[in-house]
């Protein structure tokens, strides 16, 4: 079958939508996901459409097969969950496929839930909590570093870090709460 990418392929369609196995030829895998990028976008910009697709890495021997319509099921989803697009496997092994397994009331409640009296806090106080709290998991606890994005002294951090802690009743000295909070702001 002649298709949008202009090279022969293999599609059947199933119950989440439509897998095509491409032989890549001499291409590179980036080559097929530039051209279904470009084929998504033409197709996204015409009204009430919205492209959801993903891709495996490159596949070697027919055993692989099954591995690799999972793996661009789970690049599907999550391109789903980000509103549309072309999600590669390359994207899907980090905690953005884990939030987007999860169901967006799940995640909306879990960073409300966590975030809740921080958000409330700013929001009575005029605070930047939250933000101090993304820049600080952002350098990796660093307090020099938050500091310095920041543009704050770093007793400022410690006092924000701290006022977190007894909002939540959480530890971020802990890696488990800091996790937590990772996810948290990623997810809301």
């Not at 909002?167 to 000295?173: A, K, M, V, Y």
């Amino acid at each position: 079958m002649e298709g949008l990418l202009g090279w022969e392929v293999v599609a059947v369609a199933g119950e989440e939508g439509a897998v095509a196995v491409v032989p890549l030829r001499g291409r590179s895998a980036g080559e097929v996901a530039a051209r279904v990028r470009a084929g998504a976008e033409v197709l996204g910009a015409l009204p009430g459409v919205r492209v959801c697709a993903g891709m495996s890495g490159e596949l070697t021997g027919a055993a692989a097969l099954r591995g690799g319509v999972e793996e661009a099921g789970h690049a599907r989803r999550l391109a789903a969950a980000r509103g549309g697009g072309v999600v590669t496997s390359d994207e899907i092994y980090t905690h953005a496929l884990l939030l987007a397994t999860v169901p967006g009331e799940v995640r909306s409640s879990f960073a409300a839930r966590l975030l809740g009296p921080v958000l409330e806090y700013d929001a009575r106080h005029q605070s930047e909590l939250v933000a101090t709290l993304r820049a600080f998991l952002d350098c990796a606890g660093s307090w020099n570093a938050c500091a310095a994005r920041m543009h704050v002294h770093v007793n400022t951090v410690r006092y924000r870090v701290k006022r977190v802690e007894d909002l939540t009743g959480r530890d971020l000295s802990t890696m488990a709460d800091r996790v937590d909070f990772f996810l948290a702001l990623r997810a809301g």
